[in-house]
C-alpha cells in the first residue's frame, strides 16, 4: 500500500515563492522508486501536469511553469518537492503528489494523469 502526503501549500501574492513537500510511504513496485511528480487542479478545470520525474531521473515540466517551478527528490527517493518561483494568479489550484507502480520513461506524455496511479490528498496554493 502506498500513501502519499504532501504539506506546504499556503497563500501568497503574486510574484511570491513557495515550496511543496511530498513523502511516500510504503512500497510502489520495482523501479518506481524515482518516478513521481506535480499535479495540480483548478476549480471547474481538469487535472494537469506540472512537473515529474521519470525512472530514469529526468525532469518534465509543462510549459507553463517551466523556468518557474523547480521539482526536486530526496537522497532517498521517497520525498518529493516542487520549489515555486514568480507565482501567478494562474497557479492557484490543488496541487498533488503522484508516484508510479512501475517503471516509465519518455517526456511530455509523464503530463498525464492516467501514467500515475498513487495520489495523495493535495495541498492547496492560492495566488492573488
Known amino acids: 500500500h502506498v500513501q502519499l502526503v504532501e504539506s506546504g501549500g499556503g497563500s501568497v501574492q503574486a510574484g511570491g515563492s513557495l515550496r511543496l513537500s511530498c513523502v511516500k510511504f510504503?512500497?510502489?513496485?520495482?523501479?518506481?522508486?524515482?518516478?513521481m511528480g506535480w499535479f495540480r487542479q483548478a476549480p471547474g478545470k481538469e487535472r494537469e501536469g506540472v512537473a515529474v520525474?521519470?525512472?530514469?531521473?529526468?525532469?518534465t515540466y509543462a510549459d507553463s511553469v517551466e523556468g518557474r517551478f523547480t521539482i526536486s527528490q530526496g537522497n532517498a527517493k521517497n520525498t518529493l518537492y516542487l520549489s515555486m518561483n514568480s507565482l501567478e494568479p494562474e497557479d492557484t489550484a490543488m496541487y498533488y503528489c503522484?508516484?508510479?507502480?512501475?517503471?516509465?520513461?519518455?517526456?511530455?506524455?509523464?503530463?498525464?494523469?492516467?501514467?500515475?496511479?498513487?495520489w495523495g490528498q493535495g495541498t492547496q496554493v492560492t495566488v492573488s
Open positions: 510504503g512500497y510502489a513496485g520495482a523501479g518506481s522508486s524515482t518516478c
Open positions: 520525474f521519470d525512472s530514469a531521473g529526468r525532469t
Open positions: 503522484s508516484a508510479s507502480s512501475r517503471e516509465v520513461y519518455g517526456g511530455k506524455a509523464l503530463l498525464h494523469p492516467s501514467v500515475f496511479p498513487y
